[in-house]
């Protein structure tokens, strides 16, 4: 709630030691933060963090008044824009290490700085992967060095996600890990599965799930369908996914684990999560963009830009997907970024690697669920930065103390996506070419403005 604070000469000699001329002034936007403001606000901001909220135009304190009268205050006028607490993906692939000449961390952490994203959690499959100490710090120096966005590495489940054997999840804590994933392969075995979920458990730390049963996915490039059959493709029944969140579903019951379940793309995947979650089981899920922007009806030019994993699937698919956003079954929108050259893309569509690229559009894409009335701008802030925040047992919102990690965002502009000019240093995005409204003109990381485009 705001309240309408009186300003004492205390607090404003204490921001003053930390010095006045780092102050930033963000005037005049919507400032929706879910559950605590939603109202035309100006945001204070020294040293970093935030200082102060108040009403636009309520000035009438000595403090506010300070700020806004000292020439070295960077006063930033959003009006007609959206204010947000800073938006985090859950769900990217920065390639580095190993794989560099997809994407770097500074690379990666620059198209998250551009698609208003400031903070990204990045998933494991690098090369080395990441299951030990030594590669947990390589990236967190690398995400230093970058200055961009805050970087926070998942590290596998199992050794060389392998399936084989658990990694050593209390060093990888140490060494700065926020959850465990062999994202890009399943955890095929229940055992090791339940073993990570309990040891997780321990460390106070999340594991994110991979659902796909190989048996049933073997060979499949594509939906299983009408679709795939006239293509003469081989396909991925829904199945595939599904039983793997059902016995997912059934293993944090057995060890009362949280889990969440990686980018949801099928409705019996969406049924099966809300009835969990009817009967209490601690279990949290998300889609990517384009699981609720297409369908199979867009590979029929056999365009490998709509080659992933889970594969795009009908539309009855997308339609429940939609919903489960709606009624709250998906807690949050990631975008499963993973950036390909065209070495990987240019081939046969059999022979293509799975994934595309997502942070440059999300924002935009999910800025239509809110035009065609599926959830509201307040929902979405929810699903891009408040629940993976929570998910994820990270400080967030905009609230006086925190870190000024703020997303702006016009929701009138309109553009049409040039692939070529993304920060990313890969192109293989669906998207290229297609008019959309909405989108991220202002990434503000600790109080350090790390993408404009006011």
């Given at each position: 709630m705001l309240v309408e604070h009186v300003f004492h000469k205390a607090k404003l000699?204490?921001?003053?030691?930390?010095?006045?001329?780092?102050?930033?002034?963000?005037?005049?936007?919507?400032?929706?933060?879910?559950?605590?403001?939603?109202?035309?606000?100006?945001?204070?901001?020294?040293?970093?963090?935030?200082?102060?909220?108040?009403?636009?135009?309520?000035?009438?304190?000595?403090?506010?008044?300070?700020?806004?009268?000292?020439?070295?205050?960077?006063?930033?006028?959003?009006?007609?824009?959206?204010?947000?607490?800073?938006?985090?993906?859950?769900?990217?692939?920065?390639?580095?290490?190993?794989?560099?000449?997809?994407?770097?961390?500074?690379?990666?952490?620059?198209?998250?700085?551009?698609?208003?994203?400031?903070?990204?959690?990045?998933?494991?499959?690098?090369?080395?992967?990441?299951?030990?100490r030594q590669v947990t710090e390589y990236i967190l120096k690398k995400a230093q060095a970058a200055d961009t966005v805050r970087v926070y590495p998942v590290a596998a489940i199992s050794q060389g996600l392998k399936g084989d054997g658990p990694c050593e999840y209390g060093e990888l804590k140490e060494a700065g890990v926020i959850a465990f994933s062999?994202?890009?392969?399943?955890?095929?075995?229940?055992?090791?599965?339940?073993?990570?979920?309990?040891?997780?458990?321990?460390?106070?730390?999340?594991?994110?799930?991979?659902?796909?049963?190989?048996?049933?996915?073997?060979?499949?490039?594509?939906?299983?369908?009408?679709?795939?059959?006239?293509m003469g493709l081989a396909g991925i029944p829904n199945a595939a996914e599904s039983i793997m969140v059902m016995r997912d579903i059934a293993l944090s019951e057995l060890t009362g684990a949280p889990i969440h379940i990686a980018h949801v793309s099928t409705m019996e995947s969406v049924r099966a999560i809300r009835d969990a979650k009817t009967r209490g089981v601690h279990v949290t899920a998300e889609t990517a963009p384009h699981y609720f922007t297409l369908t199979e009806e867009s590979i029929k030019e056999y365009n490998t830009n709509t080659k992933m994993n889970p594969p795009l699937r009908s539309n009855h698919d997308r339609e429940a997907v939609c919903q489960g956003l709606a009624d709250g079954t998906i807690d949050v929108i990631a975008t499963d970024h993973a950036p390909h050259s065209s070495i990987e893309k240019e081939v046969e569509f059999d022979m293509a690697a799975n994934g595309i690229i997502g942070l440059e559009t999300s924002v935009s894409l999910g800025m239509k669920l809110v035009e065609d009335e599926v959830i509201t701008i307040t929902g979405l802030v929810e699903k891009m930065s408040t629940n993976p925040a929570h998910i994820l047992g990270l400080e967030s919102g905009l609230t006086v103390g925190n870190p000024a990690d703020i997303t702006i965002i016009d929701p009138d502009i309109s553009y049409r996506v040039d692939a070529d000019s993304f920060r990313s240093l890969s192109r293989n995005t669906p998207f290229d070419g297609w008019e959309l409204k909405g989108k991220a003109v202002l990434t503000v990381v600790e109080g350090k403005i790390v993408f404009s485009d006011l």
């Open positions: 000699i204490q921001i003053k030691k930390v010095g006045i001329e780092m102050l930033m002034l963000i005037r005049g936007g919507r400032v929706i933060d879910p559950g605590n403001l939603d109202g035309i606000m100006d945001i204070f901001i020294s040293d970093g963090k935030i200082v102060e909220i108040i009403k636009h135009g309520l000035a009438s304190s000595e403090y506010p008044k300070s700020i806004i009268e000292h020439p070295e205050t960077r006063i930033i006028d959003v009006s007609g824009k959206i204010v947000t607490p800073g938006l985090i993906d859950m769900h990217v692939h920065l390639r580095e290490p190993g794989h560099e000449y997809k994407e770097t961390i500074k690379t990666g952490c620059l198209a998250a700085a551009f698609g208003g994203f400031t903070a990204v959690c990045t998933m494991p499959n690098t090369n080395p992967v990441n299951d030990c062999d994202d890009g392969n399943p955890v095929m075995n229940s055992q090791l599965m339940r073993r990570a979920l309990e040891y997780a458990k321990g460390f106070g730390l999340l594991v994110i799930s991979h659902c796909e049963d190989l048996g049933l996915a073997a060979g499949g490039v594509m939906n299983e369908g009408a679709v795939a059959t006239r």
